[in-house]
């Protein structure tokens, strides 16, 4: 069946959903076959031991749900035959991404101890400051820039690389080691996009080899002494898990914030009197970039394997059952969010599952979800003239939906904000 076939009616087989929703097509705007497949229910069995869920309550019972883990090493050599001559599926097996408890629970405990709720508040004025000089340099060029590579890009990679002590002269070379390595965790790759993500992944491998032995030699105040430390002492992450972690805590620390920005931009471009409503109250903030989580998901799926027999949407889910969780359609269930392809920050009791939930929920969200509140208020109240200088195009990707170019106009800045009573000159408020 041609992807051009199933977009002109309606879809009866949820596996030809399921196809639509892999191909090029389906990937550029997946949210058309979300309603197909949510048509046959919130839990859909689309192949012998392959499940679909696109509800919001079933989707967030089965991230929480102990009977569902990630794929093991065993797995993955039952459906991934040759996977540990991959540098790419090596790296993201080997982290805390990829590994079910213990192991799972053990990394985690190690790499949280970065992203406290103190050391995330006191990363606010270090975001607004990297906010406003990448601003400066938006205003600075010469006609319209690419948001992605002036602002989405730069603004969490500098965050992220300042927590794990990457140094700043390095930090232009990770946006296409990343972006190459990410490929390996779309539900389906090719021999020559699982080349170019091995590639990726052998680089940063390499990159984080020499820093590990920069941080043995001098140690400092950062997340890779500290993740050093926690292998030297006493063997509680191996080699390749030490390796591994610092790979997806850099890629996963700005990829899906990178997209948040992106998609969040062109939301808030597309709802004018929205966008005008958090230029005067940037306090409205966290529930702005909840609801753009929710409307258009920088993570769109996550996937799990069953270890005992369970029921959901009723749906009998036995043993072995490979289940894909589609967040992006999860947070578009018309059960939980009334009208949920209206974007609307005002909803009640916003709750995206963009970052997972139980377990494996992302460890760093609350450094994202900071980042964002501070970017979009201040990038609006600055750039008041901010709109589309052209057609955003769209990344080839399902699992990590975002921009690869966002073309804009900036405009002239805003007059400096003078709260009564302030001498001139003053600094008005900021947000």
Not at 56 to 85: H, K, N, S
Not at 154 to 167: D, F, K, S, Y
Not at 178 to 185: E, F
């Amino acid at each position: 069946m041609k992807a051009s076939d199933a977009w002109g009616g309606g879809i009866v087989d949820p596996t030809d959903a399921l196809a639509l929703l892999m191909s090029p097509e389906g990937r550029l705007d997946p949210y058309p076959t979300y309603e197909r497949l949510r048509a046959h229910g919130p839990v859909v069995q689309a192949g012998p031991v392959f499940y679909v869920v696109t509800g919001y309550a079933e989707a967030d019972a089965i991230l929480r749900d102990a009977r569902f883990g990630v794929m093991d090493d065993a797995l993955r050599d039952q459906f991934m035959p040759g996977w540990r001559e991959s540098p790419a599926v090596l790296s993201i097996s080997r982290s805390m991404l990829r590994t079910n408890p213990p192991d799972h629970s053990r990394m985690r405990r190690l790499a949280a101890g970065a992203f406290t709720p103190r050391r995330i508040a006191a990363m606010r004025d270090v975001v607004r400051a990297q906010a406003d000089e990448l601003v400066d340099a938006m205003l600075a060029a010469d006609g319209p820039v690419d948001f992605m590579a002036a602002f989405a890009y730069p603004l969490p990679v500098g965050v992220i690389c300042a927590l794990l002590g990457v140094p700043a002269a390095d930090r232009p070379l990770f946006r296409r080691w990343a972006t190459d390595l990410t490929g390996v965790l779309e539900p389906e790759i090719t021999a020559d996009e699982l080349a170019v993500a091995d590639r990726g992944a052998a680089e940063l491998r390499s990159y984080f080899t020499e820093l590990v032995a920069a941080r043995r030699r001098a140690p400092a105040d950062d997340l890779t002494t500290a993740l050093v430390q926690a292998h030297d002492g006493g063997d509680r992450l191996s080699g390749d898990e030490l390796l591994a972690n610092l790979i997806v805590l850099l890629v996963a620390g700005f990829e899906t914030t990178t997209n948040l920005l992106g998609n969040g931009l062109v939301a808030l471009l597309d709802h004018p009197d929205a966008a005008a409503a958090l230029r005067e109250r940037p306090d409205l903030a966290p529930a702005y970039v909840d609801e753009l989580l929710r409307y258009d998901s920088p993570v769109q799926l996550t996937s799990r394997m069953s270890t005992a027999p369970s029921r959901y949407g009723d749906v009998d889910l036995p043993p072995e059952s490979w289940v894909i969780v589609l967040l992006g359609a999860a947070n578009r269930d018309p059960r939980r969010y009334p009208d949920p392809a209206r974007f609307d920050p005002w909803r009640a009791q916003i709750a995206p599952l963009s970052f997972g939930a139980g377990p494996h929920y992302c460890l760093g969200a609350a450094l994202a979800r900071l980042e964002a509140q501070v970017a979009f208020p201040l990038l609006l109240r600055r750039l008041p003239e901010l709109a589309l200088a052209g057609r955003p195009e769209r990344r080839v990707r399902l699992t990590l939906r975002g921009h690869a170019t966002l073309p804009v106009r900036v405009g002239r800045e805003a007059a400096p904000v003078t709260v009564p009573g302030t001498p001139p000159g003053a600094a008005g408020p900021t947000p």
